[in-house]
């Protein structure tokens, strides 16, 4: 019985070919970029599926401007320690901890947490929930594209915003926004759901004290509805890196801060993950990056641009990116919490009083984000929109 595979014809069509059909000529259909984009995108391929037929070179919608690569012998910098136990934040060392999370957030942006109360095997449930979801048919993921999803709440996809970026990135992704348990159940994909509304409610008391010893650390202290304004949007991704032929060439996540307040991720064991060490308006060329390394049981944390709004540049949002990897496939999941849509952000009075200077203007996040959306990913360039 032969066989069968979907192959793309020249005119963007989807067509049967025996599994022994020559790949060596798929990258011709694939350098057409309406061929491509309907293929990936329209269709919900995806990049995975490009990785099923077998290519052996990316297409070349894919590679990145030489000055956008990450190389990983070049990758230079040592990282301090910014491993932060956070069980001893309610103990002795109280002050100390909170410095050590304070200190962090003011130069890198970024830390790493163990010992955080949300348990091992939820974190090792996530990551295989997540290939499991990409290892389905694209017929069963493509039900949940933005334009034919059953809810606003999910969106599957693919790189960022693919009709606007010169070159894409190797990487498939799917977004659920949290707004209770109720309405996830309802509309997050079944096979995803329990485990994800898990994850939320074991790390949500972690990022409540972190963000409790950032925010009293500034002198600030804020009402519960200010502190639900300022977190109450909540979104998870699982994140999906297939292996590519040639990394060198691409990137999983191009250079980007997050837009929210907090950033909670995990990452697997594979590694790919680069945050921009020391000066932040460093030439292209001239920057140091550094790999946040993989550590089983930790949670990556970092700060977002409405942080650095909020706290008037004290805390600094971590402009980082991914590379790919020819070895396997990777996975990571975010959680992004991050202000409600109709919320004020700008500079807490007390500290603008303290600096005797505002650095940033006051704007709505949603319109904030609406800016951040229209874009491709330019390292920091999004805070531009609140800038003084």
Known sequence: MAIYIACLGHSGSIRNLPINCNFEMAPSYFNDDNSLLNFVVKEGNGVKGLVDLGLTEVPGRYIQPPDLRINKQEVAGSLENVTIDLSELDGPKHEQVVKAIVHASETLGFFQVVNHGVPLEVLDSLKVTAHQ????????????????????????????????????????????????????????PNDCKEVVLEFIKTSSEMAQKLLQALIGDLGVKLDDSRLQELTGFNLVNLNFYPACPNPDLTVGVGSHSDAGILTVLLQDGIGGLYVKKGDQNALPGNEVWVEIPPMHGALVINVGDSLQILSNGRYKSAEHRVRTTDVESRVSVPRFIAPLPTTRIGPFPELVARDGVARYKEVIYGEYLKNYFEKSLDGKKSLDFASI
Do not use: C
């Not at 389905?136 to 059953?150: C, R, T």
């Open 133 to 188: 979801f990409f290892g389905q048919p694209a017929e069963k993921k493509a039900v949940y594209l933005k334009e034919v999803s059953p809810s606003p709440l999910v969106k599957y996809g693919t790189s960022f915003i693919p009709e606007n970026e010169k070159a894409l990135e190797w990487k498939d992704f799917l977004g659920m926004i949290y707004t209770n348990d109720a309405d996830a159940r309802e509309s997050w």
